[in-house]
C-alpha cells in the first residue's frame, strides 16, 4: 500500500505526522515517533517575544520594572516558564537532525515580523526542513479592523520568506470573516502550506481568587468536523499543501482529512493520550481500511470529497445547513 504524500515540496512516507507539542523535547520520544511510522515531526513553537527579548535583552529591563506594576507581571511568562530559548531551540533541532532521518518543520508563534527574519535564516542553518508560521492573534483592539489584522499577518508572512528559502507553512485560525478570500490572498504570497486549525485554548474565571485560569483541553475526533469543512473548500482552490490539525485521533478521522483535501495531518492529543507508538496504530488501521475499500495509494483519495467539483459550494453550504437544523427529532 502507497501511503507516501507530498507537504510542503517533502515527499513524506505517509501523512501521519506528530504536530506541535512537548514530545519532541525529548529525544527517546523523537526515536520512538520515528519508529511508529511518523512522517516528519513538528516542533513546539518558540514565541515571537522570546525572539524579540532575546535579540534586545529587554528580558533585564522588563524585570526591573515588573514590581512598579504589579498588574504587569502576569502578562508574559518569565523566561524560565519557557521550554526552550531561542538558541537551545537551534540547538535541540540540532540534535534531532542528528539522531533521526525526519524532516523536522519548526515553528514560530507571532503576528508581527519583529526578530523573525533573523531567526528563520537560523532556523535554516540548524538543519530545519520548513517553517510553520503560526499566526495566533485575537482581535481585541476597537481601532484595529479585520482588514488590518490580515495585512499584518501578510506582511510578516512576506518578510519571512524574503528572509529563507525554506518552505513556508502559515497555521491559521478559523475566525477570519472571509476565511476563503484571506486564504487565497495568503496563497498569492507563495506560501507553501497552510494548517487548519490553531486552536483558541478559552480563559476560565476563579470564582475564588477572581483570576483568570488558562484551560488547557486535549482535543477529540469532534474537534475534527470544523477542519474537513474548510478543507473542502479550500482543496483544489489554492496552490498550497493542507495540512489538518486538530480532531485526527483515529484512522478514519486522517482518511476523513485526506478526502477532505489534507495533503497531511498532524497528530498532538491522541499522541499524548496514548503515546507515540500510537502513530503505527492509525497507520496499520489506515491500511486495512485502504486494502478493504479498494484504494491503491493516499494519493488516489487525497481531495476526493472536496467541493471543487461543485458549481456553487456557498449553496450548497446553505442548503446543508438548512438539512442538518431540520433533522433533529426529540
Known amino acids: 500500500m502507497d501511503l507516501s504524500t507530498t507537504y510542503l515540496g517533502m515527499e513524506l512516507t505517509s501523512p501521519l505526522m506528530a504536530g506541535a507539542c512537548p514530545l519532541p523535547d525529548n529525544m527517546d520520544n523523537v526515536k520512538r515517533l520515528e519508529d511508529a511510522g511518523a512522517s516528519a515531526i513538528v516542533m513546539h513553537s518558540i514565541f515571537e517575544e522570546q525572539i524579540s ?34 538558541p537551545e531551540y537551534l540547538e535541540h533541532i540540532r540534535r534531532i537532525k542528528e539522531v533521526t532521518n525526519l524532516p523536522v518543520i519548526a515553528s514560530i508563534n507571532g503576528t508581527t515580523a519583529a526578530g523573525w527574519a533573523e531567526y528563520a535564516k537560523d532556523l535554516a542553518a ?19 479592523s479585520g482588514n488590518q489584522i490580515e495585512q499584518q499577518i ?38 507553501a502550506g497552510m494548517i487548519l486549525f490553531n486552536r483558541f485554548y478559552q480563559p476560565d474565571i476563579d470564582e475564588e481568587t477572581l483570576e483568570v485560569t488558562p484551560r488547557l483541553h486535549l482535543s477529540d475526533s469532534s474537534d475534527l468536523l470544523l477542519r474537513l469543512r474548510w478543507l473542502a473548500i479550500l482543496s483544489g482552490r489554492i496552490n498550497a499543501s493542507l495540512a489538518c490539525s486538530g480532531g485526527v485521533h483515529t484512522a478514519v478521522d486522517a482518511i476523513k482529512a485526506l478526502m477532505a483535501g ?4 498532524q497528530m498532538v492529543s491522541a499522541l499524548l493520550r496514548y503515546g ?18 479498494e484504494y491503491e495509494s493516499v494519493k488516489q483519495m487525497i481531495g476526493s470529497m472536496s467541493l471543487i467539483n461543485c458549481a456553487d459550494p456557498a449553496a450548497y453550504e446553505r442548503a446543508n445547513y438548512m438539512r442538518v437544523l431540520n433533522s433533529y427529532a426529540s
Open 154 to 191: 501578510l506582511d510578516a508572512v512576506k518578510v519571512v520568506k524574503g528572509a529563507t528559502t525554506l518552505p513556508i507553512a502559515v497555521k491559521l485560525s478559523p475566525f477570519f470573516s472571509s476565511l476563503s478570500h484571506f486564504a487565497k490572498r495568503l496563497d498569492d504570497t507563495g506560501v
Open 276 to 293: 507515540p507508538e500510537y502513530i503505527r496504530t492509525v497507520r496499520e488501521r489506515m491500511v486495512e481500511w485502504m486494502t478493504k475499500h
Open 126 to 144: 540548524a538543519g530545519a526542513n520548513a517553517v510553520e508560521l503560526n499566526v495566533y492573534t485575537l482581535a481585541v483592539d476597537f481601532a484595529q
Open 262 to 265: 489534507a495533503n497531511s495531518v
Open 53 to 86: 527579548r532575546e535579540r534586545t535583552a529587554s528580558i533585564y529591563y522588563s524585570e526591573m520594572y515588573a514590581e512598579s506594576f504589579p498588574e504587569a507581571r502576569n502578562f508574559l511568562p518569565t523566561p524560565d516558564e519557557f521550554r526552550l530559548g531561542p
